[in-house]
């Protein structure tokens, strides 16, 4: 009889479990839980471990700083005030400068996906480089010009429909190509990027199973 992972996993039949959970896989799924992160903040910025970047803040306080408080977490990209909080364009959490917050503890849903890096080929007179046939990405973690009018490691903005001023670079919405500054010249880039997974948590419990 056919039935979805998700029906299978819920029985909890031990002579199925582990076919299941390799089905899953299991460690793909529970890293999507919600997860609890205390660290350093740095320049108005907490880092997240590169495989765990946020994707929407739940809570957020800030405990060591001029400002020790709990903080409103916004939605959108909007410009950061007092006693606010943000996922910035890395997946990382951002403060407000004259909050001068030093230490926070956040509860964050975590971003999908697989970080991966790359060497591309990006068309100068545009500033696009194409992600490799198959990879959408999700978030731009990193990139360094390594052709170009200036190299090295370039300033990652949000999301965006445009080609980024000079010495910046950006994820474009569609996820399928990286834009540099034009003015910028790059004809080669290494970026690291989370990209979706070939099959998502999701797609795996609605999998129609056999066993």
Do not use: W
Not at 140 to 162: C, E, I, N, Y
């Amino acid at each position: 009889m056919s039935r979805t992972l998700l029906t299978v996993l819920d029985e909890t039949n031990p002579n199925k479990l582990a076919s299941a959970l390799h089905e899953l896989p299991l460690g793909q799924a529970l890293d999507l839980v919600p997860k609890f992160y205390r660290g350093v903040v740095a320049s108005n910025v907490l880092v997240l471990p590169d495989g765990a970047k946020a994707a929407a803040i739940l809570s957020c306080i800030a405990t060591i700083g001029t400002t020790i408080n709990y903080l409103t977490p916004l939605l959108t990209n909007a410009t950061l005030a007092t006693l606010q909080c943000k996922v910035n364009a890395t997946g990382d959490i951002a403060f407000f400068a004259t909050d001068a917050v030093t230490e926070a503890e956040v509860v964050y849903v975590t971003i999908e996906g697989e970080v991966v890096t790359r060497t591309i080929t990006v068309v100068a007179g545009t500033g696009v480089g194409a992600l490799p046939t198959g990879d959408v990405a999700v978030l731009l973690l990193s990139a360094t010009v390594l052709a170009g009018t200036t190299l090295g490691a370039k300033t990652v903005l949000p999301r965006a429909v445009a080609a980024p001023a000079t010495t910046n670079v950006l994820l474009a919405l569609n996820g399928d190509n990286i834009m540099f500054a034009v003015a910028d010249a790059v004809t080669s880039a290494t970026v690291t990027y989370m990209r979706i997974p070939t099959r998502t948590v999701e797609q795996a419990l609605r999998t129609a199973v056999q066993y």
